[in-house]
């Protein structure tokens, strides 16, 4: 009896002993990622914010109204596209709640941003895990066009919904602009740290205990038929459970310490730019109206096909690079 009780009392301080070194193992990662994702995130959030209150970001939607319109929107609806490729979804959530928008025109406009949304600072995560810019660039504003032609053909004309009234607007003065951006820099930069810091931790976790092994095994068919390879299925994960933004941590340590190749990093990010943060950003959508099925299948789709384009063209490039090596 005291054998058994003596083995169960090793075999728990030996896990013990396993999780408070995963935990040590990733504090230094973490922090290094952090600091960097920061130095990202808040100098541009200014920025935005300065932009939008000289009025440049309303300038540059005003540009963009004549071609809303063939998307099926209204061209108020530039601006929310256009705050999207700057910021998060929250901000998208708020700038589109002052608007009188049908939920046929949320759905278009939540799939564009969905697809487009926090465009720099996530593009910087996708370029330090071996793919270029520019494609991320071109490939999330292209698809986020595209995207709203597709939907504005297919969708219904009228679709059932229940849309929240749009609150009056609320002026602020640059010094009253100035706080409320300072508190949310402020929240913004615990988030970040606790997040990142958490995912590290839990991914050093799931090694250690051959638990990515197991989600790799488990998701192999469906990242499969995507076109991704098996090594990618946990940063698959991460990037649709907590996005490109928060998940940086884990997606650029994954790449530095070779434990997915640039070029199966460079494969996820044509899915992931196209479809990631499929929890927290679509239930945001659902609660002011949009439907998740709209949200969620056309960006799978498209994904899959930039996947398989990539690999394509991959596979094109070689066979020219051989036959005039």
């Known amino acids: 009896m005291n054998k058994e009780v003596d083995s169960t009392s090793a075999a728990n301080h030996s896990a013990a002993h396993r999780l408070k070194g995963a935990a040590k193992l990733a504090l230094k990662p973490a922090a290094k990622t952090a600091i960097w994702l920061l130095k990202i995130t808040i100098p541009l959030s200014l920025l935005v914010t300065l932009l939008g209150y000289i009025g440049v970001v309303s300038y540059i939607a005003n540009l963009l109204n004549p071609a809303f319109g063939l998307m099926g929107l209204p061209g108020e609806a530039s601006l929310v596209f256009i705050t999207s490729i700057f910021l998060n979804i929250y901000s998208v959530i708020a700038v589109m709640a002052q608007l009188p928008l049908t939920v046929r025109e949320i759905t278009i406009l939540a799939v564009m941003c969905l697809i487009a949304h926090n465009l720099f600072v996530e593009t910087a995560v996708q370029a330090k895990t071996g793919s270029k810019a520019w494609h991320i660039v071109l490939l ?50 615990l988030k970040i740290a606790i997040l990142v810091t958490l995912l590290m931790i839990l991914q050093e976790v799931l090694k250690e205990f051959g638990v990515i092994k197991i989600l790799s095994k488990i998701f192999s068919p469906l990242l499969r038929l995507f076109g991704l390879p098996q090594s990618t299925s946990f940063l698959w994960i991460v990037a649709n459970i907590l996005g490109l933004a928060y998940g940086s941590a884990v997606m650029v340590a994954e790449v530095e310490n070779g434990t997915v190749t640039k070029q199966d990093a460079d494969l996820l990010n044509f899915h992931i730019a196209i479809s990631h943060s499929n929890l927290e950003d679509l239930l945001l959508f659902v609660a002011i109206g949009a439907p998740l099925l709209w949200m969620l299948i056309p960006r799978l789709i498209l994904a899959s096909l930039a996947v398989w384009c990539r690999r394509w063209f991959l596979l094109r490039k070689r066979v020219v690079v051989n036959q005039t090596a």
Not at 153 to 181: R, Y
């Open 140 to 189: 999330r504003l292209s698809m986020a066009i595209l995207s709203a032609f597709l939907l504005n053909w297919i969708l219904p004309i009228h679709m059932k919904g229940i849309v929240p009234a749009a609150p009056a607007s609320v002026s602020q003065n640059f010094t009253e602009l100035m706080i409320d951006w300072g508190k949310s820099a402020c929240i913004l930069t």
